[in-house]
């Protein structure tokens, strides 16, 4: 056994045990007959599954720390205290796009290209605050951790109703499109690689479909909202999920159960059990396809440039100092309201 498939056959024991062929199958949008080809060592593992696993280990990694931490408060065993990290500088680089070249695209090739860029800045705008809100919090009140957990899935289903309208901007007016038959080839090979993994998920059932089109950009139907109510009488919950929080500030307000609710119908969209199995699922696939669109986004741009802007150059414009470690930061939901209050 090659160390590719001993590699393979660990992960996917990892997450699903003995039988993990087929569920893992199913969470890289593979065909099982293609996992049991890499298993076998019949068929080498492209290197962007590779990538796909090390973007789901990151955020499982970043919700078992979360837990751990919670763990280990439960038990009165004291935090590890935290390393201090140096502050560090980022250089930002500039590219000029002169409305003049702009003007040069065709309508479609301009309105792709802006609108891909503006789906990338919101991805990573969203993707940013998913991040910094499942950063592990030691210490922290009991209820402020109930509802930042909370706070955290409204981000994720936000996340995945922008991602699967990037993914529809990709299928209709790149794949379903004389751009598409235009610049496919000339796309470099990560662009290629992530297009081709895109590609796997446009005409199948997906979950972020049903959680864009029910829970994140539309609100569920008066039958689906009652049976998501159903299933959260009949849960494990206790009493503290049947509440909502007040504070002076209005922005502070949280109706606990309503997102209790909707989380419910959530899972039994996706056909799951258990919510956080369901929110767990949902986190891992963010990472993988929001570096796929970005990836892709930037290849196309790359392509447009070449035939329209020809060598382009970067140029530093600012240096800055002492930018936050995403690892560092923390989203708190309740919070005080000075500047708000004053005005």
């Not at 569920?23 to 065909?31: G, K």
């Not at 995403?326 to 005005?343: E, G, K, M, Y």
Request: net charge negative.
């Amino acid at each position: 056994m090659s160390n590719n498939q001993l590699l393979l056959k660990q992960v996917g024991g990892f997450f699903y045990g003995e039988e993990w062929q087929a569920p893992l199958a199913r969470d890289l949008a593979v065909n099982e007959r293609t996992m049991r080809r890499w298993a076998a060592g019949t068929e080498e593992i492209p290197q962007g599954v590779w990538r796909d696993l090390s973007s789901r280990f990151e955020v499982y990694s970043r919700g078992l720390a979360a837990v751990a931490a919670q763990v280990k408060e439960t038990a009165g065993l004291a935090s590890a205290p935290a390393q201090a990290t140096d502050s560090a500088s980022l250089w930002i680089t500039h590219i000029a796009l002169p409305k003049e070249k702009l003007q040069e695209l065709t309508p479609g090739e301009r309105s792709l290209f802006l609108l891909l860029g503006y789906a990338s800045n919101q991805i990573n705008a969203l993707w940013k605050l998913v991040i910094v809100a499942t950063n592990p919090t030691d210490g922290i009140n009991p209820v402020e951790e109930k509802v930042s957990a909370a706070q955290t899935q409204i981000h994720v289903r936000l996340l995945i109703g922008i991602m699967r309208e990037a993914l529809k901007l990709i299928e209709k007016r790149f794949l379903g499109s004389p751009i598409g038959r235009e610049y496919t080839p000339l796309l470099n090979a990560p662009t290629t690689e992530a297009l081709t993994r895109l590609k796997k998920r446009f005409g199948a059932p997906d979950k972020f479909v049903i959680v864009r089109d029910n829970f994140a950009f539309h609100h569920p139907s008066l039958d689906d909202m009652e049976a998501a109510f159903q299933l959260a009488v009949k849960s494990d919950g206790d009493d503290t999920d049947w509440c909502m929080y007040l504070n002076d500030a209005l922005l502070n307000t949280f109706f606990f159960a309503s997102d209790f609710v909707l989380v419910h119908g959530m899972a039994n969209a996706m056909g799951e059990v258990d919510v956080n199995t369901a929110h767990q699922k949902l986190l891992g696939d963010i990472a993988p396809i929001a570096n796929d669109v970005s990836t892709f986004a930037f290849g196309f741009a790359e392509a447009i440039f070449k035939k329209y802007f020809g060598e382009l150059t970067a140029t530093r414009v600012a240096n800055i100092e002492g930018a936050a470690n995403i690892d560092d930061l923390r989203l708190p939901w309740f919070v005080r309201t000075t500047s708000l209050s004053a005005s």
